[in-house]
Structures are given as structure tokens and as C-alpha cells.
């Protein structure tokens, strides 16, 4: 009898497949048609820790720190795990199920049905239980439980992405506001200078009541732009430390001159089409859309597989006696087996239309893997774009700035010798404050396009 189970059990093995369609990757588009589309020139690998190309240590040490302890990543980081464990969950559902068992059973019976006598029954052994994927339900749906856990992974690798651009980023317009702090404040003292030789000359009367009412104008305007920028730089070191996981007066950001944006600008504009050509569908938002794909084409085969006959197969074996003096012997042993066909025959569509659900869902995972890519090749292109344009830019600015610099300086001497009016001084001070706040804006804004770059790229940690 066991040599027929076995053999049964091994041929339903043997001859169970998998319905449903296998999984065939969208061909919308080419590799060679988004490496086109993104004006990649060369197949370079990605730079790892693309942070430490800006060569500054703290902004390595800030982003390093947060991919500790950032809260982002660690609810990625358990929400993998969930998946991994209900793949293990999935995994062991195709297997035979075996409990062991124990009961007793007392029974009076009542003294109004005729002859009664009280009962005893004592059982004990093991049951088991297997449900046979004969149509690959269960098979499909693991291929469903490993593409979410991949998915999973990618989701977790994107997240540690965007965790770590975000800090860049807050850690930028930090240094952006500093600095603009910085310029404001010594602009105070270097107007203030002005102010005190202004009333000098108002007070011999070598100049008018116009001349010291501007000059004090500017002062006063300029240390009214001081306590907005000190409230930008509470709230950027605010929401640096929120992101990488900390409290605010664990965070220690040194925000004195920065070289990040006052050294002149370089061109690397040219190295942002370096990148590998599959670069777009390797991107983790990208890959992990794919990876939702092939879950809901599994989850159809999974739909299809509920259809077709489904046969299961129960058993036990074990002792039972009226005693329990009498359980444990050769005499009391018992077992039984049960095999279990059964075929949905009316159930009003339910299934038919799981299907079509299931379909649907598969449509509309496709449609969003194909948006993932289409919006990876425009962040990619618009970040190629706006980093050349920013550098470009900044090279400008930064001319701009140094012949301002000149201008002041020479219409500072030339007014102290009483060669030029005061309102000349005053329109050459307001051009050099303004051309200072722009070039530091824009140095501040190469450095957030460089990190949407990075990002738009998917390039790893």
C-alpha cells in the first residue's frame, strides 16, 4: 500500500507544470534606444560613494552617518525583511504538514436516552496534511514572493539613494545660507565703515542730508536681511539632522567660509554622458517596477491555477484506546489516509474574474514599469542639462564678481578723494552685495544639480 502511495505521489510530482504565462521582459525599449535617448559617449561603471566627489569630508562623514541612522531606511530595511519572510512563509506551504497530536475524551452520557455508560478515549500520534501543486499555484506564487523580495532590495538601495541626495542637498542650502550670513554681516561692518565717513563729511558739511540718509539706508537694509538668513540656517541644520536620524543638538556642521562656494567653478560638465548604457533599467526605482511586474504576471499563473482540479491529501497515524493504561501498545495502533479531489464547478465566475483582476493588475504594472523609465531618461537629460547651464553660469558669475570686486574698490578710493559723488558709491556697493548673493547661489546650485545628477542615474553607495 505504501509502495502505491509513494508512486502516486511521485507521478503527480513528475507530471505537475506551471500555467500561465512565463515572464518575458517588455521590449518598449532598446538599451541602444535609451542610451540615445541620455547621449551616453561612454560605458564607464558608476562611481560608488559618489558623495566624496565633492571632496568634502564632512558632507562624507553627515551622508555616511545618515545611512546609519536614518528612520527612511530602516523602515525599508524591516519592510525587506517582511518580504523575505513571507517568502520562507510561501516556500514551506508546498510541503507536506505534519502536527503532532494528543487528546483525551471524557463523555457522561445521559441517564434519559436508555442505556448509557460513561466514556473515556485517549489518542495520540501524528497527522499530516499536503495540498500537491499540481497546476503550479504555489510555485507561481513563490516566483511572486522572490520578485517582491527583489523588488524589496531595490526599494531599500533607492531609498538609501534618496536619503543620502536629500542630505547632500539640506547640507548645501545649509552651507548657501551660512554664507549668505556671512556676506551679510560683513557687508554691515564694511557699510557701517561708510556710514561713520559719510557723517564725517555731513558733519563739516562736505556733504548733503541725501547722501548720509542712503548710506544709513543701506545698513540698515542689509542688517534686516541678517536675522532671515540665521533663521534659514536653523532650519536647514533642523531638517539635516531629522533626515539623517538625529537630534539637532547632536548635530555638529562646521558653516565657516566655505570653499565649496567660493572657489571658482570647474567644468566636468562633460563626464555626465560617462555612464553604462543599461544604466536607466539598472536605476532601483526603475529595476524594482520590473521586478512588480514579473510579481503580478506570477500572481495570473497563480489566478489561472485555481481553475483547473485541485487534489490534496490527508493523513494519520497514531494510537487510540479507551484506557490510557491501553494506549501505547502494538494493538492500539490506527492510522488512515484520505486523498482529495475536488473541481470548482459553480461558483458564479468568482475565479474566471480573479483572473481578469489579476490581468489588470498586470497591465497596470507594466504601464508603471514603462512611466519608472520614461521619467528615469528626463531626470537623467534634465540633470545633464541643468549641471552644464549651472557651471556655465557660475563661470560668468564668478568674472562678474571679481571685475565688481575692482569696480568697488576703485569708486571706494575715488569717492575718499571726493572724486565722485556718494550715490556712485552706493550703486557700486549694491551692485557687489547682489553680485555676491548670485554667486553664491548659483556655486550652491551646480553643487544640487551635481547631486540630482547622481541621482537621476541611480548611481550606487
Not at 100 to 125: R, V
Not at 141 to 157: N, P, Y
Not at 450 to 457: E, F, G, L, R
Request: aromatic share 8%; glycine share 4%.
Amino acid at each position: 500500500m505504501r509502495k502505491v502511495l509513494y508512486f502516486g505521489i511521485g507521478f503527480v510530482w513528475c507530471v505537475s507544470c506551471n500555467v500561465g504565462e512565463d515572464y518575458v521582459a517588455p521590449q518598449f525599449y532598446t538599451d541602444a534606444t535609451l542610451a540615445k535617448a541620455t547621449t551616453v559617449t561612454a560605458s564607464t561603471p558608476l562611481p560608488r560613494k559618489w558623495y566624496a566627489d565633492f571632496n568634502d569630508l564632512q558632507l562624507s562623514a553627515l551622508v555616511e552617518r545618515g545611512l546609519r541612522n536614518s528612520t527612511d531606511i530602516q523602515t525599508a530595511a524591516l519592510r525587506l525583511k517582511q518580504a523575505r519572510a513571507q517568502l520562507q512563509i510561501t516556500k514551506v506551504a508546498a510541503l507536506p504538514q505534519v502536527n503532532a497530536q494528543g487528546k483525551y475524551n471524557y463523555e457522561k452520557q445521559s441517564k434519559n436516552i436508555g442505556l448509557a455508560a460513561d466514556s473515556h478515549y485517549y489518542t495520540a500520534g501524528f497527522d499530516a496534511s499536503w495540498e500537491v501543486d499540481l497546476w503550479g499555484k504555489n510555485r507561481r506564487q513563490i516566483e511572486a514572493d522572490r520578485a517582491t523580495l527583489k523588488a524589496a532590495k531595490l526599494t531599500l538601495e533607492n531609498v538609501r539613494l534618496a536619503v543620502a541626495a536629500e542630505i547632500a542637498a539640506h547640507y548645501f542650502n545649509l552651507l548657501e545660507n551660512a554664507e549668505n550670513l556671512r556676506l551679510a554681516e560683513k557687508n554691515a561692518r564694511l557699510q557701517q565703515d561708510i556710514l561713520t565717513t559719510v557723517k564725517a563729511k555731513y558733519d563739516s558739511g562736505l556733504t548733503d542730508e541725501s547722501a548720509y540718509s542712503e548710506a544709513r539706508y543701506l545698513l540698515e537694509n542689509t542688517r534686516a536681511q541678517i536675522p532671515t538668513y540665521r533663521a534659514s540656517v536653523e532650519n536647514y541644520r533642523n531638517a539635516l539632522a531629522t533626515i539623517i536620524g538625529i537630534l539637532p543638538s547632536e548635530l555638529n556642521v562646521q558653516t565657516a567660509k566655505s570653499a565649496q562656494l567660493s572657489a571658482p567653478p570647474q567644468d566636468k560638465a562633460q563626464k555626465l554622458t560617462e555612464f553604462p548604457a543599461d544604466t536607466v533599467r539598472l536605476r532601483p526605482d526603475v529595476a524594482a517596477a520590473e521586478q512588480n511586474l514579473i510579481a503580478e504576471n506570477a500572481l495570473v499563473g497563480a489566478a489561472v491555477a485555481e481553475l483547473y482540479p485541485n487534489i490534496s491529501i490527508s493523513g494519520l497515524w497514531g494510537y487510540a484506546a479507551t484506557g490510557g493504561s491501553k494506549l501505547i501498545r502494538s494493538s492500539s495502533q490506527t492510522y488512515n489516509y484520505a486523498p482529495l479531489v475536488t473541481l470548482p464547478l459553480l461558483d458564479w465566475n468568482r475565479l474566471q474574474n480573479n483572473v481578469r483582476l489579476q490581468k489588470y493588475i498586470k497591465a497596470e504594472a507594466l504601464e508603471n514599469y514603462k512611466q519608472a523609465v520614461l521619467n528615469a531618461v528626463a531626470e537623467i537629460r534634465n540633470a545633464q542639462s541643468a549641471y552644464g547651464e549651472a557651471v556655465e553660469s557660475a563661470q560668468n558669475q564668478y568674472r562678474a564678481l571679481k571685475d565688481m570686486r575692482t569696480v568697488v574698490d576703485l569708486t571706494r578710493t575715488k569717492y575718499d578723494n571726493g572724486l565722485i559723488e556718494f550715490s556712485d558709491l552706493l550703486t557700486a556697493e549694491q551692485n557687489l552685495i547682489a553680485a555676491e548673493q548670485a554667486y553664491t547661489a548659483i556655486r550652491a546650485q551646480i553643487h544640487q544639480k551635481k547631486i540630482s545628477y547622481y541621482k537621476a542615474i541611480g548611481a550606487p553607495l
